[in-house]
């Protein structure tokens, strides 16, 4: 059964930074796309990151790109997501998405970790 | 960007009723590939979204056969035959096709 889970929300200061931990299993994540996706509350969903987990070919939303890295650690079968200089835009949940091997999108999602910033 | 426009963004509907949502893309979403990367989502509150349907029409596994979608172009349709209780949520439709992907703003379904 393959499963998501993220971990490392929580609330955090304007300015400071956030590491979000998705562990998963029932596949290895090394063949595989991995995503990130936020929804503020009560609103729609964002791409924010992608990464092979395979290699090294990642891609960033414009809102992230340069205070932003996505990173896998496949012995840990882990994706991490790091975001620093951080704003009350990047409040929201934040989903771990897999990305499918047979066509190009999300099939599994994790439960979300939430993120809140405010001082 | 693509953006996506879904309509209506609510849906008041009966139980046993069909339910039809619609989402208009900003421009073609043809990969390279040949095929169309258009996915419908369903959330319920306080969940995360769970996959409906991929590359148009196609239903992913576990799915109902009362979800269906069809569409070309840059119009695409979710429909919803004998809406269920459990049917209640937000449904999501999403283009894979070109980076960023996008979403549109979602279509809550509710049961009069």
């Known amino acids: 059964e393959v499963q998501l889970v993220e971990s490392g929300g929580g609330l955090i200061q304007p300015g400071g930074s956030l590491r979000l931990s998705c562990v998963a299993s029932?596949?290895?994540?090394?063949?595989?796309?991995m995503h990130w996706v936020r929804q503020p509350p009560g609103k729609g969903l964002v791409w924010v990151s992608t990464?092979?987990?395979?290699?090294?070919?990642?891609n960033y939303a414009d809102s992230v790109r340069g205070r932003s890295t996505i990173s896998s650690d496949t012995a840990r079968n882990t994706i991490y997501l790091d975001v620093n200089r951080l704003t009350a835009g990047d409040t929201g949940i934040y989903y771990c998405?897999?990305?499918?091997?047979?066509?190009?999108?999300?099939?599994?999602w994790g439960q979300g970790a939430l993120v809140t910033v405010s001082a | 960007d693509v953006v996506l426009t879904q309509s209506p963004l609510s849906s008041p509907v009966t139980l046993g009723q069909q339910a039809s949502i619609s989402c208009k893309s900003s421009?073609?979403?043809?990969?390279?590939?040949?095929?169309?990367?258009l996915s419908w989502f369903h959330q319920r509150p306080g969940q995360p979204p769970r996959l409906l349907i991929y590359?148009?029409?196609n239903r992913f596994s576990g799915v109902p056969d009362r979800f269906s979608g069809s569409g070309a172009g840059t119009d695409f349709t979710l429909e919803i035959s004998r809406v269920e209780a459990e049917d209640v949520g937000v449904y999501h439709c999403?283009?894979?096709?070109?980076?960023?992907?996008?979403f549109g703003p979602g279509t809550k379904l509710e049961i009069k």
């Open positions: 421009q073609s979403l043809v990969y390279s590939d040949g095929r169309i990367h």
């Open positions: 029932g596949f290895t994540v090394s063949g595989y796309w």
């Open positions: 590359g148009v029409s």
């Open positions: 990464i092979y987990a395979g290699g090294s070919a990642t």
């Open positions: 998405v897999r990305g499918s091997n047979e066509w190009r999108g999300f099939d599994y």
């Open positions: 999403m283009q894979s096709t070109e980076v960023p992907h996008t």
